[in-house]
């Protein structure tokens, strides 16, 4: 049921935004277009599209800069004469991108961020007369500590790993840890048939017998 979207996690397509060949879709993207209050992550679509045009552009813009690049190249120390040919580069793609669709590459980089951010579906876990709360951590920092410390990576390659195969490798070993369920075969097509009974009969709600 899950073997083709963690597939896609690990070997995503080719996606290029603005001329820009992004790269998988990072934990340290995520959280440097965070930072940075980037409009297509903090907001949502609508709240988007409300902003300004010039706005907007300079939002894809942004994002497509930070994900053609991974953590160390972003951090990067550069001398006088690196940072004119920056600049100078920076300055070449700017007048490269002047006639492009922006709306288009708006649309492109979420789908790109959405592809690369997929996790596995999850169900509540059992009562069982406990006291119990969900982590009050931020997932971020969640992931991180987990590349680092289960699966032994450097900060570098934590920042640098694919978003949604962390989520996905992070909730399989929370399984195995007996912290969490991934939603399996049954309980997809019981929430399906849950789904189009209810778009069948709209009415109150109702449990359906999985048995059935």
Not at 124 to 153: D, K, S, W
Not at 189 to 211: I, N, Q, S, T, W
Request: glycine residues 8%; proline residues 5%; aromatic residues 10%.
């Amino acid at each position: 049921m899950h073997e083709l979207p963690f597939a896609d996690a690990v070997r995503p397509g080719a996606v290029s935004v603005l001329k820009l060949l992004m790269l998988r879709y990072a934990v340290g993207h995520e959280i440097l277009l965070l930072a940075g209050r980037n409009p297509l992550v903090v907001l949502g679509e609508e709240g988007f599209e409300q902003l300004p045009g010039e706005e907007q552009r300079l939002a894809v813009i942004m994002a497509a800069d930070v994900c053609c690049q991974g953590w160390a190249e972003h951090h990067a120390r550069y001398s006088r004469w690196q940072r004119f040919r920056v600049g100078r580069k920076w300055a070449q793609w700017r007048r490269a991108i002047r006639g492009d669709d922006f709306g288009a590459a708006a649309a492109a980089w979420r789908k790109y961020r959405a592809a690369g951010s997929e996790s596995f579906p999850t169900e509540e876990m059992p009562n069982t007369g406990g006291e119990f709360r969900y982590f009050g951590q931020p997932e971020m920092a969640a992931l991180v500590n987990f590349l680092q410390i289960t699966c032994g990576l450097s900060e570098e390659e934590a920042f640098d790993y694919p978003l949604g195969l962390a989520r996905m490798r992070r909730l399989a070993w929370l399984e195995s840890e007996g912290s969490v369920r991934i939603t399996n075969e049954g309980e997809a097509e019981v929430a399906r048939r849950r789904e189009e009974y209810v778009k069948a009969h709209p009415g109150p709600e109702f449990e359906l017998d999985p048995k059935e």
